[in-house]
């Protein structure tokens, strides 16, 4: 089935430091969708974005869907221990199964004080 | 309570076993969905319900069998799983199904398959 392909797979950084990640796929998406989990929870939605080129911030964190529609990056800014946990970007393309969603494999971020 | 709750939260059982994972959610939302998660692997989508309808199953083995009595809960009736079969199975909902109808999370139930 489609992947997406979401990098890097894990980070380790220093408590203050900005966070870079991103998602890309060999076909176009409507939407991209940025989450968040927990160890033992559920993920939580973050951002969504529907229109290309959009930029979207929460807080700390930004993400923008690419021109291209082909890709999607999310920046935290100022890390904080709490940043801790697993980043999961998701799409929805043209053309798929209706309103289903494909995630990619996750950033797992680690942040130390 | 509010958002998806999922009972219970971890679950052992063996390969002979018949167990059942429910998932409840108070958002008013008509979609509703399970999907598995293994380490290192993408979220694969299990089930999906739209209108207390199954619309979408995703080659899912018929030791899997979902129920959907009402369009507030979700069950995941489990019967003689294999060892792969252990991992995290979420439930998420969403107002409707397509664009701009994004999906809500509870957290998981950790099912263990000895």
């Known amino acids: 089935g489609q992947q997406l392909n979401q990098s890097p797979q894990s980070m380790f950084i220093q408590e203050g430091e900005d966070v870079s990640m991103n998602c890309t796929s060999s076909s176009i998406f409507n939407t991209w969708l940025w989450y968040k989990q927990d160890p033992g929870e559920g993920p939580v939605l973050l951002i969504a974005?529907?229109?290309?080129?959009e930029l979207t911030s929460n807080g700390r964190l930004t993400a923008q869907f690419g021109i291209t529609r082909k890709d999607s990056f999310l920046n935290i800014s100022a890390s904080i221990p709490s940043d801790v946990g697993i980043y999961f970007c998701?799409?929805?393309?043209?053309?798929?199964?209706?309103?289903?969603?494909?995630f990619g494999k996750g950033t797992k971020l680690s942040v130390k004080p | 309570e509010t958002g998806v709750t999922q009972t219970p939260r971890h679950l052992v059982m063996g390969m002979t076993n018949k167990k059942s994972l429910k998932c409840e959610q108070h958002?008013?939302?008509?979609?509703m969905y399970w999907y598995k998660q293994s380490a290192k692997k993408p979220l694969e989508l299990m089930f999906v319900y739209s209108l207390e309808e199954r619309v979408e199953n995703n080659s899912v083995p018929s030791r899997f069998s979902p129920e959907c009595p009402n369009s507030s809960h979700l069950f995941l009736h489990l019967h003689t799983l294999q060892p792969e079969d252990s991992a995290l199975y979420l439930c998420a909902s969403s107002q409707d199904r397509g664009s701009y109808n994004e999906q809500f999370f509870g957290p998981g139930t950790r099912l263990t398959v000895l």
């Open positions: 974005l529907y229109k290309a080129g």
């Open positions: 958002l008013g939302h008509n979609a």
């Open positions: 998701a799409g929805r393309n043209y053309g798929g199964s209706q309103g289903n969603l494909i």
